[in-house]
């Protein structure tokens, strides 16, 4: 008999935090049967040895994906949910971990209790390798205990991919949408976002029933917020919007959503350097994105000094 829910977790390199990461979900107190899908992305460190253990102590809840070769994020990710066999799915990266023994519990009956949707996302609790906090997120009222929404996601009013439990939309193969996720190798979680509002409902609790480990100084945790560089990123958004435009065609407009991906990490080159390659990328932009992009750039300019001058904060979405 299948589970009723698959908990995906994707790991690569982290042996100091993987532990953690199994042990929040073997602790999960639940009414229904769970699997623990663990897909490692041939890394070099210990790992795999870990999973080993783990595999062979609990076999009946733990299911091994172990590459020969590297992937890369988005295809680890998206290979994991399709083999999820649970009705319901989840995911949690390696070094990231769950502070709620029931988090599973509250978002499958969500779910069971409401047929409409088709996924629940819940907030973050942002933390280091010290124990120190910086706040949760998202932040924005607008989505906490309330539905996210495709306008305001594309405004930049994100919620939580890797919080969501969704139903289990990944059983059917779909070349294209595999094509879509893992259209660039490191950014999975916006397409998923996408498919997930197109797809039906998407309510966030406001609980913090994950913890998100920030990106640390030494060689065992440097995730792909402190590897990449700020050009790096800025290609790598470029690439899941304008995949986004390709999968979804005209449904959806995205020009403000390129907009405002450009505007901070220009001023950013503008103040700190680097701007010849950033402004190279910047030619991948649409030709409707070029044209609205000086208007856009001086609105959010006196938006932003309008907002100093009189203590008010900037207006988003």
């Not at 990490?265 to 350097?273: H, T």
């Not at 907002?307 to 207006?315: D, N, P, R, S, V």
Request: proline share 4%.
């Amino acid at each position: 008999m299948a589970p009723l829910v698959t908990v995906v977790i994707t790991t690569y390199n982290q042996e100091h935090y993987i532990r953690k990461a199994i042990d929040s979900v073997l602790a999960q107190k639940t009414d229904f049967d769970f699997e623990v899908y663990i897909t490692e992305d041939c890394g070099t460190d210990g790992t795999r040895a870990i999973l080993e253990e783990y595999a062979a102590k609990y076999p009946e809840r733990i299911r091994l994906n172990l590459r020969e070769k590297n992937v890369g994020i988005s295809r680890n990710w998206y290979e994991g949910l399709c083999a999820a066999k649970g009705e319901f799915v989840c995911t949690l990266e390696g070094d990231d971990w769950w502070r709620d023994e029931s988090k599973l519990q509250k978002q499958a009956d969500f779910l069971r209790a409401h047929p409409d949707y088709l996924a629940v996302s819940h907030t973050l609790l942002l933390t280091d390798d010290e124990g120190k906090t910086y706040g949760t997120l998202p932040d924005d009222k607008r989505i906490l205990n309330a539905d996210a929404t495709m306008p305001l996601f594309l405004r930049g009013v994100t919620y939580s991919c890797t919080a969501c439990m969704v139903r289990n939309i990944f059983r059917t193969p779909d070349p294209a949408r595999e094509a879509y996720v893992t259209a660039n190798r490191s950014i999975a979680d916006f397409a998923l976002c996408m498919l997930y509002l197109d797809g039906g409902r998407v309510f966030v609790m406001d609980e913090a029933m994950s913890a998100y480990r920030v990106g640390g100084p030494g060689a065992e945790h440097k995730n792909y917020n402190t590897r990449a560089s700020a050009v790096k990123k800025y290609a790598d958004f470029l690439d899941v919007v304008l995949a986004s435009r390709s999968y979804f065609g005209s449904r959806y407009p995205f020009t403000r959503c390129l907009l405002a991906g450009t505007f901070f990490p220009l001023i950013d080159r503008i103040k700190y350097g680097g701007l010849g390659p950033f402004l190279k990328e910047m030619g991948r932009l649409p030709a409707g994105a070029k044209l609205a992009l000086p208007f856009y750039f001086v609105g959010r300019c006196f938006g932003l000094v309008w907002a100093k001058l009189f203590g008010k904060k900037e207006a988003r979405g």
